[in-house]
Structure formats: structure tokens, C-alpha cells
């Protein structure tokens, strides 16, 4: 079953634009949208230093790295039951459970093989309320280079502040190829159509 779709492809294609303006990005769908495939989809069309129309170039060096390479971080939860600790998103005293590099300490400085600096995180429904109130710092000042990609299923329990600093954008279940985009998400709060969407970043790409 294939996750293409070309409404979401075009839209991915504006936001890698420089004059987009959109600096951060919550994907949300169910158990089966094809979330994570359109996370890595966007990361690397951000990673990559000659994007196209069609995605990434395959050539440069980000596109040729596992991941996007050094300018690409992904985080997910960790622990049982898994969560985005505090540690994950900003420098503690004492850090218990991750020995990964917190994304404002990964944003602090600019890309070395990337035009930006990308960190997503996945099932960010399951970060804890320090977590969440540390990264919408980072989201209220970001970097010039840096761009974020956040990803749920439980759009509910982000909270208005994270959503309403972010592009949210609903990935549909890939019911068939005919019926890829039968079964929409209508009930969360911040759901906006693609067309609403394609016009914020016309809206953008027009500004002064």
C-alpha cells in the first residue's frame, strides 16, 4: 500500500521553500496514517541542499547519510512506559535516562553539511509537561536555520500552545489508491484542509 499523495508532496514542496516562513511542522493522523513515512519525507527534502520537485536531490552529502546525516537529529520516547523526559529537549543537572544531545543544545549551533538543522520528534503526545514547556521555547525563538517536525496520533494531548506554534497538518489513512484521501481527521482542533494550508504558504511566500 503506498503512501504517496500528491497534495501532501506539493505541500512538503512549499515548505522547503526559503520564503515559506514555516519553521515548525505537526504531522497528526491515526495508528495507520503513514505519519513517520511523511516525517522522513520532509526532513529530507529540509535536509538537502538541491531539493526538487520531486524530492531530494540523492546526490549531496546529507541525502548520500544515514538519516540526513549531522544535521539531522531524531528523537523519540524512551523508558517503559516510553516518554520525552525534560533531558531530551534541554540541558538538566543530573540527566538519568538519555545519553542523546538535547535539541537546545543541537540548535545552538548552525549546520555543518546542511543548509538547516532538523530535529524530529516522534509521538510527541508522550512528552511530559516540562518537556513540552522547554521545546515551546525553542519553537517561540527559533534559530534561522533550524526547523522542527513533530509527529502524534493523539493530537488531543498536545498542548494549544505547541499547535498553535506549529504547521498542523493531518496525514489520512492510505485506505487504497483510489481512495487515498477517504478518510479524513475532522475532529481535532487545529485539523485545516490542504487548500487552507497551500494558501497560508501562498500568504507567506507573498510577504514582504
Not at 103 to 110: D, I, N, Q, W
Not at 135 to 142: A, G, H, I, Y
Not at 182 to 194: D, G, Y
Request: net charge positive.
Amino acid at each position: 500500500m503506498s503512501a504517496s499523495d500528491p497534495r501532501l508532496e506539493r505541500l512538503i514542496d512549499r515548505l522547503v521553500q526559503p520564503e515559506s516562513g514555516v519553521h515548525a511542522v505537526l504531522l497528526y493522523g491515526s495508528g495507520q496514517s503513514p505519519i513517520r513515512h511523511w516525517m522522513m519525507q520532509l526532513v529530507t527534502m529540509w535536509a538537502c541542499k538541491q531539493p526538487t520537485a520531486t524530492g531530494p536531490c540523492g546526490e549531496c552529502g546529507p541525502c548520500r547519510s544515514e538519516n540526513g546525516g549531522v544535521d539531522v537529529q531524531i528523537i523519540e520516547p524512551t523508558s517503559n512506559p516510553p516518554i520525552i523526559n525534560l533531558e531530551m529537549i534541554t540541558e538538566v543537572d543530573r540527566p538519568v535516562k538519555w545519553e542523546g544531545v538535547p535539541v537546545r543544545r543541537f540548535l545552538r549551533t548552525p549546520p555543518m553539511m546542511s543548509p538547516r538543522k532538523i530535529v524530529a520528534i516522534t509521538d510527541f503526545d508522550r512528552a511530559n509537561h516540562r518537556a513540552s514547556n522547554a521545546l515551546l521555547k525553542t519553537l517561540e525563538e527559533p534559530s534561522p536555520y533550524a526547523r522542527l517536525v513533530l509527529t502524534t496520533t493523539r493530537i488531543s494531548r498536545i498542548t494549544r500552545t505547541i499547535r498553535s506554534r506549529c504547521l498542523c497538518v493531518g496525514v489520512p489513512e492510505p485506505v487504497n489508491s483510489a481512495g487515498f484521501w477517504s478518510k479524513t481527521i475532522e475532529s481535532e482542533p487545529c485539523q485545516l484542509c490542504l487548500a487552507e494550508l497551500d494558501q497560508i504558504l501562498r500568504l507567506a511566500v507573498a510577504a514582504p
